[in-house]
């Protein structure tokens, strides 16, 4: 079975463009979230989302936001990219993003804004 | 507020040596769960182990053992006679009130042959 895969691998964008990012979970998941590691840091959550409705969100400016598809694929958007949103942003699935369940994660789009 | 520590930023040593990646965590949950990742230099994250705060028994898979005491609030990762492979950003995590999971900084591993 295929694991989280993510796209596009890299990518580099300007101050003050935009950006989507994509991620589609592993067959049968339906929970996807988004961590944004900064170089040096571990991740930082940004977004849970469950059934297409968000169930949880991470201290992220507006300029943030995601969601989820029917297929239980999804996007994270950033407006009005700044410099210190260049970092990897990583996608991570789960069966139903509870506690318990572990979070398999996908191998990130890094992310350089000029 | 849940927070997870990992003291040792950088650790070296040699291959076949014993190494012990430090993680302390603060939770006012009475239930909650642990969790180690690995990530070597691609950059994904990789699980490996996930332990219940209901069982304190120590857990072995091949050269990999975690040692969870409660009473000091510690969730220690093992490496036995490491290897080359070994070598990678190793994270403890822990679920989080609003965030999904709370990281730690990381402890980067090098392994030399």
């Known amino acids: 079975d295929a694991g989280v895969t993510q796209s596009p691998t890299h990518l580099i964008k300007t101050r003050g463009q935009h950006v989507t990012l994509r991620c589609s979970p592993i067959?049968?998941?339906?929970?996807v979230s988004w961590y944004q590691q900064v170089l040096g840091q571990g991740p930082q959550f940004i977004f849970q989302?469950?059934?297409?409705?968000?169930?949880g969100r991470g201290n992220f400016p507006d300029r943030f936001s995601a969601r989820q598809f029917p297929n239980y694929s999804s996007e994270l958007n950033v407006n009005a990219l700044l410099l210190g949103d260049s970092a990897l942003y990583l996608c991570a699935s789960s069966l139903d993003g509870r506690d318990y369940n572990e979070q398999f994660f996908g191998p990130g789009t890094r992310l350089t804004v000029l | 507020a849940q927070k997870v520590t990992q003291a040792q930023t950088e650790i070296s040593v040699v291959e076949k040596e014993d190494v012990t990646l430090d993680c302390v965590y603060e939770?006012?949950?009475?239930?909650?769960?642990l969790f180690w990742y690995k990530q070597p230099p691609s950059g994904e994250l990789v699980f490996l182990i996930r332990r219940n705060s209901f069982d304190e028994q120590n857990e072995i898979s091949g050269r990999y053992s975690w040692n969870f005491q409660k009473s000091t609030s510690s969730f220690n990762f093992t490496i036995t006679a490491s290897q080359v492979v070994d070598s990678a950003v190793y994270f403890c995590a822990l679920p989080g009130t609003t965030d999904k999971l709370i990281f730690g900084t990381g402890t980067r591993l090098q392994v030399f042959p």
């Open positions: 939770t006012r949950d009475t239930t909650y769960y």
């Open positions: 989302y469950y059934e297409k409705e968000e169930r």
């Open positions: 067959s049968g998941h339906k929970s």
